[in-house]
């Protein structure tokens, strides 16, 4: 099975998720937004496991610290959310935050860096079941509150690029392995610069194979579809093709379709935002304003287009309404979809999520049905298909090709030797 993961970052997230939860398997939280929706959150995340059988990772927020300036606000100070995570989990955190900007796990002493991987993992491994027993507690007793615990714990860890970057990942995990009671499903993290080292596929092997862990979460710098070359493809399905053979189990942490194809090469799951988040870089900068533009989801071009682009596109071709459950009750045609554009932002961005977590499930099963031959004529057939509307569209900026389509079919093609 190919594990569909949702990166739950807002709680605008709850109502696409509460009601597709049928097409997800695992949801990944970041800690702040756990520690700062402690009542809340815990009890929808029992209510969807119990309703769902929907499971959950944590993301290890005192990475957010190691660069950047997104977690302080424009005073400086460290923002609610960011404050909530050090809190709950050490007072070490607090303590450095208020005396230095950044917090990298190359620049503490053993003991620090033991003590925050320690209170990390704690975090991760017991802050829900703590919660759900001390809320359920004053009206009724949780037989068994372990059983809402997450499917792995994430470590924290370092970017790692070059092989040299190993050594604190490596000082991270070994506490790890020592203190967590639940399976470790480490993060590697890489830049697209690392992904060309020859000796590295065989590091990152033994990084974990020495600790005796099989499943990873594998998270490359920039990759937009825009921007990626097919040598950088080319190198992602070697090195999950790598993984795969020596018994361990990697899981996109940002993933476009690209990573969806992946499954035919071993790749187990991929990790999408409700809306975006289907690549990303570590430096992020602090937000100015929140306008999230309303795009929507075409699957035949496995990406988001803005509104008018996605009904022009769709409209020259010919296509037939998307036949999702939201699509399918709610526009009859493309143009009813333009009408809706000018909709409040709340209303039409619950239902481009839900469309989008819907496609990306189906993408999931269809793939996964094929064999890679059947996958690559398929993505062909589209490509060819859509290939002068998308340039040809007025809607659509003259920067951006179908380009990565091709792309990805031939990485594909040359690691699998078909
Ligand atoms: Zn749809």
């Given at each position: 099975?190919?594990e569909?993961?949702?990166?739950?970052?807002?709680?605008?997230d709850?109502?696409?998720?509460?009601?597709?939860?049928?097409?997800?398997?695992?949801?990944?939280?970041?800690?702040?937004?756990?520690?700062?929706?402690?009542?809340?959150?815990?009890?929808?995340?029992?209510?969807?496991?119990?309703?769902?059988?929907?499971?959950?990772?944590?993301?290890?927020?005192?990475?957010?610290f190691?660069?950047g300036?997104?977690f302080?606000?424009?005073?400086?100070?460290?923002?609610?959310?960011?404050?909530?995570?050090?809190?709950?989990?050490?007072?070490?955190?607090?303590e450095?935050?208020?005396?230095?900007?950044?917090?990298?796990?190359?620049d503490?002493?053993?003991?620090?860096?033991?003590q925050?991987?320690?209170?990390?993992?704690?975090?991760?491994e017991?802050?829900?079941p703590?919660?759900?027993?001390?809320?359920?507690?004053k009206y009724?007793?949780?037989?068994?509150?372990?059983?809402?615990?997450?499917?792995?714990?994430?470590?924290?860890?370092?970017?790692?690029?070059?092989?040299?970057?190993?050594?604190?990942?490596?000082d991270?995990?070994?506490?790890?392995?020592?203190?967590?009671?639940?399976?470790?499903?480490?993060?590697?993290?890489?830049?697209?610069?690392?992904?060309?080292?020859?000796?590295?596929?065989?590091?990152?092997?033994?990084?974990?194979?020495?600790?005796?862990i099989d499943?990873?979460?594998?998270?490359?710098?920039?990759?937009?579809?825009?921007?990626?070359?097919?040598?950088?493809?080319?190198?992602?399905?070697?090195?999950?093709?790598?993984?795969?053979?020596?018994?361990?189990?990697?899981?996109?942490?940002?993933?476009?379709?690209?990573a969806t194809?992946?499954?035919?090469?071993?790749?187990?799951?991929?990790?999408?935002?409700?809306?975006?988040?289907?690549?990303?870089?570590?430096?992020?900068?602090?937000?100015?304003?929140?306008?999230?533009?309303?795009?929507?989801?075409?699957?035949?071009?496995?990406?988001f287009?803005?509104?008018?682009?996605?009904?022009?596109?769709?409209?020259?071709?010919?296509?037939?309404?998307?036949?999702?459950?939201?699509?399918?009750?709610?526009?009859?045609?493309?143009?009813?979809?333009?009408?809706?554009?000018?909709?409040?932002?709340?209303?039409?961005?619950?239902?481009?999520?839900?469309?989008?977590?819907?496609?990306?499930?189906?993408?999931?099963?269809?793939?996964?049905?094929?064999?890679?031959?059947?996958?690559?004529?398929?993505l062909?057939?589209?490509?060819?298909?859509?290939?002068?509307?998308?340039?040809?569209?007025n809607q659509?900026?003259?920067?951006?090709?179908l380009?990565?389509?091709?792309?990805?079919?031939?990485?594909?093609?040359?690691?699998s030797?078909?």
């Open positions: 099975m190919f569909a993961t949702l990166r739950y970052n807002s709680n605008s709850k109502h696409p998720v509460a009601t597709s939860g049928e097409s997800l398997d695992s949801l990944l939280i970041p800690g702040k937004m756990l520690a700062a929706n402690s009542k809340a959150l815990p009890t929808n995340l029992r209510n969807w496991y119990d309703s769902y059988n929907l499971e959950y990772y944590i993301q290890p927020t005192l990475f957010d190691r660069v300036d997104n302080r606000d424009s005073s400086g100070s460290v923002r609610t959310w960011h404050w909530d995570y050090a809190t709950e989990v050490d007072r070490l955190l607090e450095l935050l208020a005396k230095q900007d950044n917090v990298d796990a190359t503490l002493s053993a003991n620090q860096l033991r925050l991987t320690i209170s990390s993992v704690e975090f991760q017991s802050f829900v703590n919660q759900l027993e001390a809320e359920t507690g009724e007793s949780i037989s068994d509150p372990e059983k809402y615990s997450p499917k792995a714990v994430i470590p924290w860890f370092q970017q790692i690029r070059d092989g040299r970057d190993l050594k604190v990942n490596e991270i995990l070994d506490v790890a392995t020592d203190v967590s009671e639940l399976p470790l499903k480490p993060c590697l993290f890489l830049t697209k610069e690392a992904l060309h080292s020859d000796s590295l596929p065989d590091q990152l092997t033994e990084l974990l194979t020495s600790r005796d499943q990873c979460f594998l998270w490359i710098e920039n990759l937009d579809k825009q921007e990626t070359g097919e040598p950088d493809y080319e190198r992602i399905a070697s090195l999950v093709a790598n993984l795969d053979g020596a018994g361990i189990s990697p899981h996109s942490y940002y993933g476009d379709y690209f194809l992946l499954s035919h090469l071993g790749l187990t799951g991929t990790t999408y935002g409700t809306m975006y988040g289907e690549e990303a870089s570590e430096r992020r900068e602090r937000r100015t304003g929140d306008g999230v533009a309303h795009r929507y989801y075409v699957d035949a071009v496995k990406d287009l803005k509104i008018p682009a996605a009904v022009d596109l769709q409209g020259t071709v010919g296509a037939d309404m998307c036949s999702c459950e939201v699509c399918s009750r709610q526009f009859g045609t493309w143009a009813d979809l333009a009408d809706r554009y000018q909709d409040d932002d709340e209303n039409i961005q619950a239902l481009l999520k839900k469309h989008h977590i819907q496609v990306r499930w189906k993408q999931i099963q269809q793939v996964e049905s094929e064999s890679l031959s059947e996958t690559l004529d398929r062909d057939a589209d490509y060819r298909e859509y290939i002068t509307p998308f340039s040809q569209s659509i900026s003259n920067a951006k090709t380009d990565y389509l091709p792309r990805w079919k031939n990485a594909l093609e040359s690691v030797g078909s």
